[in-house]
């Protein structure tokens, strides 16, 4: 299982839209580590891995404005949390804030983010554990990766500490040389705090738009860092991605959709083989994340966490995700209600009513 950061930067490079297109190509039929066999296709509803894009930028969340055209309400999301981790129940808080965008059985999941930037102070105190939740969401049942996007400056403050626990930090940054020369300094610094703090340096990997005339071999060269994937320049299908739209066929086809799905399976191929090499086994990297403890009473799959004393609740744990909101229904036009599995490399689309 994974947990993958996406940082952005200057030059406007696409990383909210890059992670929306990871969450919707996401593969969710790969082979749970430890299990015989897959863990179950993505049409297996609940008996299938998910994923979850949590919208982490500090500068303020995207989807809700842009890809769900204003269809959810600004009372939930991340924000939401700091209080319930003052409370001691981050674990059922994320539950409650949770967003599904498949075609109804919970595979894809959204954590929408700030709706002021005002509101990232009073999270100040609550990234560690939210990072430390989602670290270990993928011992949650059904497993569950995870995308986190943290935007142009989610990586460099207080909420760095999401991309230090990240398996794989894939950066956005375009074939230009404004993009290229803005992302230089900030992927340095990114490299050499995780090299400190983190799971490495090598965790850091780029996620190349073909706008410009640098080739991956250069930009990799000039940065310091692997391509690990390119995604065409396509205006027209990324602005589907970034701010809603029709979703038809040739949307659901297009070289940026299976552009998406193949940084995630690299991103995912990349997480293992750090795994392996760093711990010599498949388990997270991140040597604080706490092993999975047998669920209190009461309080199923959950699991012991900071601050939990007899009888007491845990802080955090793993949510059962027992039931997502579902995202309201589309205007007539507009963006797709629930998107559904990926069962041929693509993305069906089901326009909402």
């Given amino acids: ?11 406007a490079p696409g990383a909210t839209s890059t992670a929306v297109g990871l969450l919707l190509t996401w593969a969710l039929d790969r082979p749970v580590p430890g299990q015989g066999g897959a863990s179950g296709g993505a049409g297996q509803g609940h008996g299938g891995r998910r994923v979850l894009l949590a919208e982490c930028d500090p500068d303020g969340g995207a989807v809700a404005a842009g890809t769900l055209q204003g269809r959810l309400s600004g009372g939930i999301g991340l924000h939401r949390l700091a209080m319930a981790d003052r409370q001691g129940r981050l674990a059922e808080g994320l539950d409650a804030e949770l967003v599904d965008l498949s075609d109804g059985d919970g595979s894809r999941l959204l954590l929408p983010g700030f709706s002021d930037p005002v509101q990232a102070a009073g999270l100040m105190w609550t990234w560690e554990p939210l990072a430390e ?25 207080p909420g760095r500490v999401l991309a230090r626990r990240a398996d794989v930090v894939l950066v956005v940054v375009r074939g230009t040389l404004r993009s290229i020369s803005a992302a230089r300094p900030r992927v340095a610094a990114l490299r050499a705090d995780l090299d400190a703090n983190g799971t490495g340096a090598d965790a850091v990997g780029l996620v190349l738009v073909e706008e410009g005339p640098y080739r991956a071999s250069e930009v990799g060269a000039q940065l310091g860092a692997p391509v690990l994937g390119l995604l065409p320049h396509d205006p027209e299908n990324a602005r589907v991605l970034s701010d809603g739209g029709e979703q038809g066929r040739r949307f659901a086809r297009s070289g940026l959709l299976r552009a998406l799905r193949s940084v995630g399976d690299e991103a995912s191929s990349t997480a293992m083989r750090r795994r392996i090499r760093i711990g010599g086994d498949t388990r997270p990297i991140a040597q604080a994340v706490p092993s999975p403890s047998p669920a209190p009473a009461g309080v199923p799959g959950q699991v012991q966490g900071h601050g939990a004393g ?40 089901h326009r909402g009513g």
Wanted: aromatic share 6%; net charge negative; proline share 16%.
């Fill in 310 to 349: 007899p009888g007491q609740a845990a802080s955090y744990g793993y949510p059962g995700y027992g039931s997502p909101q579902q995202a309201p229904p589309a205007p007539a036009g507009g963006v797709a209600a629930h998107v559904g599995p990926p069962p041929t490399g693509s993305v069906e689309v």
């Fill in 1 to 11: 299982m994974t947990l993958v950061a996406v940082v952005g930067g200057p030059g």
């Fill in 133 to 157: 939740l989602l670290a270990v969401l993928e011992h949650s049942t059904p497993p569950c990766d995870v995308i986190v996007d943290l935007g142009r400056a989610g990586a460099f403050g």
